[in-house]
Nanobody
Framework: QVQLVESGGGLVQPGGSLRLSCAAS????????MGWFRQAPGKQREFVAR???????NYADFGKGRFTFSRDNAKNTVYLQMNSLNPEDTAVYYC???????????WGLGTQVTVSS
């Protein structure tokens, strides 16, 4: 059974940083395309960042230069380091794993990130 468990969210002031974690079980993160998505209140879920199994990275434009995706194969965990956070980054952040573009992805339950003074 595949499980993705996000953690690391919380309340942070504008300009602050958070590191989100996504611990996987039932799959090996280095064999899957792993992604981060987010959903703000009243908005659709949107892509944040992605790391392919071969390590290739993609970021949404709003995350370039601020967000960094990393992976620890030994811990079977992926991370999203988020710097220079602003209130527009407030959302529930979800981890996603997909074996290939044609497979149904697995999702975690999400972790809340709130950026507010």
């Amino acid at each position: 059974q595949v499980q993705l468990v996000e953690s690391g969210g919380g309340l942070v002031q504008p300009g602050g940083s958070l590191r989100l974690s996504c611990a996987a079980s039932g799959i090996f993160v280095n064999f899957y395309d792993m992604g981060w998505f987010r959903q703000a209140p009243g908005k659709q879920r949107e892509f944040v960042a992605r790391m392919a199994g071969n390590g290739g990275l993609n970021y949404a434009d709003f995350g370039k230069g601020r967000f960094t995706f990393s992976r620890d194969n030994a811990k079977n965990t992926v991370y999203l380091q988020m710097n220079s956070l602003n209130p527009e980054d407030t959302a529930v952040y979800y981890c996603n794993a997909q074996a290939d573009p044609y497979s149904i992805p697995y999702w975690g339950l999400g972790t809340q990130v709130t950026v507010s003074s």
